[in-house]
């Protein structure tokens, strides 16, 4: 996980279903905040031949998802 460039983060996943993967972490105060100001989050997955999956996103729109997680 690298968000708008910066350094990389490795994440473990748990357990992948049919729907998708889960990869579970701690949105720690200093992770929330890079995600908070941050433009764009950049993910590199790996398939079962461990061929990289590339996938980046917006992280326009963030701070309101989670206001709204939070109830307000």
Known sequence: MR???G???KLAYRSCHVQ????????S????????RGSKL???????DGKPLDIEMSL???IAARRA????
Do not use: S
């Open 60 to 62: 326009i729109g963030f």
């Open 69 to 72: 997680m939070e109830g307000g």
């Open 20 to 27: 998708g993967c889960v990869i579970p972490f701690r949105l």
């Open 29 to 36: 105060g200093g992770l929330e905040n890079r995600f908070r």
């Open 42 to 48: 950049a993910l590199r997955l790996f398939d079962i």
């Open 7 to 9: 350094g990389a983060q």
């Open 3 to 5: 968000i708008d460039g």
